[in-house]
């Protein structure tokens, strides 16, 4: 019988009414299931059986493995075995926190990434240095002393090869030259 009732229910609501019957859906998940299986008397049996079997597979007892027998697997995968931390409350705390619940985790990355942000928009740099009126003035006399240092040194730089430089290097040869071209040209 449950081979034709879910060849007429569809996949998604199949998989929602299994999750229902699990405890593992959500409010609105419930909700649809529930109208659904008020609707059809066939969905509310198929809802029956997977609860049934959910409470028959919830009261099953977890059984203890031997000891020795999981250190000898351990030991042939090459894996250590389970260590016991020093405060185990502790431990399985955090251990159900980070991995039990995807909620929880994306809850915990979420706070972290807000933090950071939070960080990142609020940190106040030191602030800049600020100068007195008298290191200011005093700055400012040294930046006139040190211009009119380089401007002296290029007005000497600028006579020197007005006077020596392109007279001496420059313009003799070049009158030189043009004598000579005129010369040449005039037929002399």
């Given amino acids: 019988m449950q081979e034709k009732s879910s060849n007429k229910i569809d996949e998604k609501l199949l998989d929602k009414i299994i999750a229902v019957a699990y405890s593992d859906a959500g409010l609105y998940d419930r909700m649809v299931v529930w109208i659904n299986a008020m609707r059809d008397p066939e969905i509310k049996e198929l809802l029956d059986e997977y609860k049934l079997t959910a409470s028959s597979v919830h009261s099953l007892e977890e059984k203890k493995y031997p000891e020795a027998n999981l250190k000898s697997v351990y030991h042939k995968i090459g894996q250590r075995g389970k260590s016991n931390p020093a405060v185990p409350f502790i431990h399985s705390f955090i251990h159900s926190f980070n991995f039990s619940k995807p909620l929880v985790s994306s809850a915990a ?40 240092i380089v401007n002296k040194v290029f007005h000497q730089t600028r006579k020197k090869i007005d006077a020596e430089v392109i007279t001496k290097y420059v313009s003799k040869p070049l009158n030189k030259g043009l004598n000579l071209i005129n010369d040449y040209l005039i037929g002399g």
């Fill in 109 to 148: 990355v979420g706070l972290i990434i807000v933090a950071i942000v939070s960080v990142l928009l609020f940190y106040n740099p030191p602030p800049e240095q600020k100068y007195s009126k008298a290191e200011i003035e005093f700055a400012q006399k040294q930046l006139g002393e040190s211009l009119a």
